[in-house]
């Protein structure tokens, strides 16, 4: 079977046989399905590295927050107030959620070779809402 390419253009889609560095149509830049599934491990990676990452901070650090101003068993504590530690719980779980949705797009684009679009979109959308939790823990905070 011969390679294809497409068109990465929300608005354009075209593909072509053969690899082709631009679209025909629009110019904008074109990918084969190696390339795109080569991308997807890049993301399900990074959203595997988030997912662990945030997992485990939010495991050690959960007990201390829970519990503000007592001591932990490791001598620490957490003096914000309730508030701020739901706003940091709030902000671990967006990004998480993040390295989920980034997971599932490049297990998706590993899968088929090509990209899907309401999958990108919701990664998107995901991270709109993790600006919008960050500006508001920055305000929680006092920052």
Same mark, same amino acid.
């Given at each position: ?86 706003? $940091?719980?709030?902000?671990?779980? $967006? ?49």
């Amino acid at each position: 079977m011969a390679d294809t390419s497409t068109c990465y253009s929300f608005t354009c889609r075209t593909t072509v046989d053969g690899i082709v560095a631009t679209c025909p149509t629009c110019g904008t830049k074109m990918r084969t399905p190696a390339r795109v599934r080569g991308l997807g491990w890049f993301l399900l990676l990074i959203g595997l590295f988030l997912v662990c990452l945030l997992g485990v901070i939010t495991w050690n650090m959960a007990p201390m927050m829970l519990h503000p101003g007592e001591p932990s068993s490791g001598g620490s504590r957490f003096t914000g107030t309730a508030e701020q530690a739901r706003s $940091i719980f709030w902000l671990f779980g $967006i990004v998480i959620a993040f390295g989920a949705a980034t997971m599932v797009n490049g297990a998706f684009q590993i899968a088929t070779g090509r990209r899907n679009r309401w999958i990108t979109v919701g990664t998107l959308g995901v991270a709109a809402i993790l600006f919008v939790v960050a500006w508001f823990t920055n305000r929680t905070l006092g920052g």
